[in-house]
């Protein structure tokens, strides 16, 4: 399974238009990941993209900013670690809360406080983290086997390395670079 990850800094073309190409290949979900948008703006880009995904069936998952998934009525969201952590009362009336992971005790920890669903990254080495070492197969390997909910990975993932990710126990990856360029 597949989860594309917005990123409209490393968009070609129209962000919109993008989104609803993402949409129409199919994707497991689309995460809107725009950090660095207050708030409103994040609300106003949300909706849209929220409009987008529905015409196409594909879930659309808040990342972090719970309060406009409330607002927007979206019943997933997902979080990092960190965040998930200092937010466990705010989350109870999502369907689904995704966390992603940097180690295996955080996937366990997730996995224990309600996480539906992790990410673990980096996996291969990526343009987004040149400066950060992956953490390679062995990592996501361990995560895997340390949590029973499902494992995405994230980082580097291709055509190519796709089914190593596979042997090593995810349930899919996810692609943020690849899915926002041609």
Known sequence: ????????????????SRVERIARSGPWAIILREKDLQDDAYEEMAKRCLEIASHYGVPLIVHTKFQVAKRLGVCRIHMPYASFQENPDALASFEAVGVSVLTVEEAIAAESAGA???????VFATDCK????????????SVCAAVE????????????NYSSVRLAGASGFCIMSGCMRD
């Open 1 to 16: 399974m597949r989860i594309c990850v917005t990123n409209r800094h490393l968009c070609q073309g129209d962000f919109f």
């Open 116 to 122: 539906a669903y992790l990410i673990a990254g980096h």
């Open 130 to 141: 040149r400066d950060l070492e992956p953490r390679g197969l062995d990592f996501l390997k």
């Open 149 to 160: 909910i499902p494992v995405y990975a994230i980082g580097g993932v291709t055509e190519k």
